[in-house]
């Protein structure tokens, strides 16, 4: 299945990322989407080329109340730098 929402997070602190990646994910939830793409990047253009998003990230989702299953696209939908969702089903209510 084919993403049908994204979101890229290129550029953000964690704290600002977080708060995009929630306000996503309720929006998505609430328009019935099931499968979702958050590109936060490899990190090669950080301090250090260490990227801090993808594992703030993936930890965000590890814990979000709408997120279920998460992977690691193919490389033409961002590989290592992105993360898609499939969102829990419509009747899931968020806390």
């Known amino acids: 299945m084919?993403?049908?929402?994204?979101?890229?997070?290129?550029?953000?602190?964690?704290?600002?990322?977080?708060?995009?990646?929630?306000?996503?994910?309720?929006s998505a939830h609430a328009r019935g989407l099931s499968k979702v793409l958050i590109i936060h990047g490899k990190?090669?253009?950080?301090?250090?080329?260490?990227?801090?998003?993808?594992?703030s990230i993936r930890d965000f989702?590890?814990?979000h109340p709408l997120a279920g299953e998460t992977g690691v696209p193919q490389r033409e939908q961002g590989g290592e730098g992105a993360v898609w969702v499939i969102l829990r089903s419509r009747g899931y209510r968020s806390r």
């Not at 084919?2 to 890229?8: E, S």
Request: aromatic share 2%.
């Open 2 to 26: 084919q993403p049908q929402g994204r979101l890229d997070l290129h550029g953000l602190t964690v704290e600002e990322a977080t708060l995009r990646a929630d306000q996503f994910l309720r």
């Open 61 to 63: 989702l590890a814990s």
């Open 43 to 55: 990190g090669n253009h950080s301090e250090g080329g260490k990227g801090v998003l993808k594992g």
